[in-house]
């Protein structure tokens, strides 16, 4: 039963993605997600009353290159996951500072991108938040690929792991190439 809630939960959060009309929409879709669904990453559903967002700001979007830099790199969830194999899809040279493009190396696969900056455990998740997991249907949002070697990065994307949730969960945190020296105030704040 729970698996069957999972997908159908990772089918949600897809459509979410593929299909709202704006920024608006898909926070407010989202927030409906997580307060109705069994497998919300949210702990106490009775008590949740949304998700708080940076405003939204043109400053966090950019058309960037992506340049080949071969690699990898193993995440240890310290869960159930165990390590995480990525491999390195490039280098994103964004104006923020370089970020690495994952490729989660496990059946299926999936792009990667977490993100950490100077906004962390102040304002947002201490552990970082993603740009894209397509592997749980973030698919076109914070990430889309425009070309093999330019992306399109909307920062106001962001989203925290499930860990920034609830302990039960275990989440790939960001690598230190990850790590921004800046403050992006876009995407998702800290949760309470």
């Given amino acids: 039963m729970q698996a069957l809630q999972l997908a159908d939960y990772r089918a949600a959060v897809a459509r979410i993605y593929l ?12 927030d409906r997600l997580f307060s109705s669904h069994p497998q919300s990453p949210i702990p106490r559903l009775d008590d949740f009353t ?20 071969p690699g990898e790199i193993e995440i240890d969830t310290a869960g159930p996951d165990g390590v995480c194999r990525y491999d390195r899809v490039g280098i994103l040279d964004t ?11 496990a059946y299926g696969g999936g792009l990667f991108l977490p993100v950490r900056d100077t906004t962390c455990g102040n304002q947002s998740y201490g552990g970082g938040r993603y740009l894209t997991d397509t592997v749980k249907g973030t698919h076109g949002r914070g ?18 792991p499930s860990c920034a949730y609830d302990d039960r969960w ?18 998702e704040l800290r949760y309470r």
């Fill in 95 to 105: 104006p923020w500072g370089e970020l690495s493009l994952w490729w989660l190396a």
């Fill in 143 to 160: 990430v889309e690929m425009l070309s093999p070697t330019r992306v399109r990065l909307d920062f106001n994307y962001l989203y925290n």
């Fill in 50 to 69: 949304g998700i708080r967002y940076f405003p939204p700001s043109e400053e966090f979007i950019a058309e960037v290159t992506l340049r080949e830099a």
């Fill in 170 to 187: 275990l989440c790939p945190l960001a690598p230190p190439e990850n790590r921004l020296d800046v403050p992006v105030h876009a995407g």
């Fill in 19 to 30: 299909t709202a009309t704006d920024l608006a929409d898909f926070r407010d879709r989202r």
